[in-house]
Structures are given as structure tokens and as C-alpha cells.
T-cell receptor, first 112, second 108 residues
Framework: DSGVTQTPKHLITATGQRVTLRCSPR?????VYWYQQSLDQGLQFLIQ???????AKGNILERFSAQQFPDLHSELNLSSLELGDSALYFC???????????FGQGTRLTVV | GIQVEQSPPDLILQEGANSTLRCNFS?????LQWFHQNPWGQLINLFY???GTKQNGRLSATTVATERYSLLYISSSQTTDSGVYFC??????????FGTGTKLQVIP
């Protein structure tokens, strides 16, 4: 158990809908990272937050947004969902900077 | 951005065999990690190794940062080692880049 909790584990939704994925980091970690793993794109870095502030942005679509709350949990919001958004979404946490990241079990999103 | 290449892309081993997986990266990095993604999709930390050598049981890893590569050694492989092995690097601007992975199948 990495100590990073993601909910829900599975999500099935229709095209055009909006969903929210939740991540609770390991105790003491200030940094949260979001990744998308799809069959054709591999593991893609989406966005990083550190202590409530956005720190780095990767290949995140404009239809996607994220935030980190004062209690350090994070949410990834995906809207106007398309079939191609079906993927495994991972959250990771770390202390920030160049340190080791620990991954949650992922949320498997299926858009139908 | 940084390019991360892993080789080989696929590997089939007989149980008990040894193997070496390689990760090449195109620029200086601040951090390198190796992960194992098991058949259920879970990403498991293996090593945090920006430089030097580390060992954990049957696994060991070496990163030569000046030559921009890292190696993961698996000895006496077991069927539970099957899955995909990823290296991930942290370069400038906190951006994390994963390699394309090595898919390992260990057969009894």
C-alpha cells in the first residue's frame, strides 16, 4: 500500500458528461501529480500541485482541470467527455521538488 | 522536452533467468525512478535512483547520470515479476516523463 488513495476505482460514464476523480496524498506529502495512461499514449503527465498551488503543467486538455484543497487532497475534473478520454488516471504524491513519487491504485475511466 | 527510451520493448524469460532492462534519456535529469506495473494496473515503486547503484532483493538498479542511462537488473526471475517496467525522469520545470516501458513475461 503506497498510502495514496484514489476514488473511485472504476467509473463508467457517457460521452458529454463530467466526472470528478479524487486523490488523497500520503500523510506529510505536499505535492500531488496527475497522470493519464491510455493504450495509445502511454503514461502522460497532466499536472502537478504543491501545497495548493499549481506547479507544473503537462499535456492536460482544456476540458480537464484540477485543484488541490487546503487539506491537500486533490480533484481532477474531466468535462465534455469523449470516447478517447477512456484511460487509467493515476495520482501520485511526494514531498515536492526532486523527490520520489508514490502512486495510487488509479481510477479506470470508461466513456461509452 | 526530454526523450526517454526503454529497451527492449518486450521480453519473455524462463523462470529463474536473469535480465537487464535499459532506460536512456536525452538530457540531464534531477530524478529517476523505476516502477513495475503489475497485470492489475497497479504502479509499484521499485527504485528512486538519480545516480549510483541500489539493490533490493533480486532487483538492482544503476544510473549513470553523466552518460544518461539507467539499468534495471532482475535476477532469478519469477512469474510474479511479469508486467510492465517503466522508468520515469524528472527534468526541468518539474516535468515528469515516463518511458514507453518494457513488457516482461516470465513463463514457468
Amino acid at each position: 500500500d503506497s498510502g495514496v488513495t484514489q476514488t473511485p476505482k472504476h467509473l463508467i460514464t457517457a460521452t458529454g458528461q463530467r466526472v470528478t476523480l479524487r486523490c488523497s496524498p500520503r500523510s506529510g506529502d505536499l505535492s500531488v501529480y496527475w497522470y493519464q495512461q491510455s493504450l495509445d499514449q502511454g503514461l502522460q503527465f497532466l499536472i502537478q500541485y504543491y501545497n495548493g498551488e499549481e506547479r507544473a503543467k503537462g499535456n492536460i486538455l482544456e476540458r480537464f482541470s484540477a485543484q488541490q484543497f487546503p487539506d491537500l487532497h486533490s480533484e481532477l475534473n474531466l468535462s465534455s467527455l469523449e470516447l478517447g478520454d477512456s484511460a487509467l488516471y493515476f495520482c501520485a504524491s511526494g514531498t515536492g521538488g526532486n523527490t520520489e513519487a508514490f502512486f495510487g491504485q488509479g481510477t479506470r475511466l470508461t466513456v461509452v | 522536452g526530454i526523450q526517454v527510451e526503454q529497451s527492449p520493448p518486450d521480453l519473455i524469460l524462463q523462470e529463474g533467468a536473469n535480465s537487464t532492462l535499459r532506460c536512456n534519456f536525452s538530457d540531464s535529469v534531477n530524478n529517476l525512478q523505476w516502477f513495475h506495473q503489475n497485470p492489475w494496473g497497479q504502479l509499484i515503486n521499485l527504485f528512486y535512483i538519480p545516480s549510483g547503484t541500489k539493490q533490493n532483493g533480486r532487483l538492482s538498479a544503476t544510473t549513470v547520470a553523466t552518460e544518461r542511462y539507467s539499468l534495471l537488473y532482475i535476477s532469478s526471475s519469477q512469474t510474479t515479476d511479469s508486467g510492465v517496467y517503466f522508468c520515469a525522469v524528472l527534468g526541468g520545470y518539474q516535468k515528469v516523463t515516463f518511458g514507453t516501458g518494457t513488457k516482461l513475461q516470465v513463463i514457468p
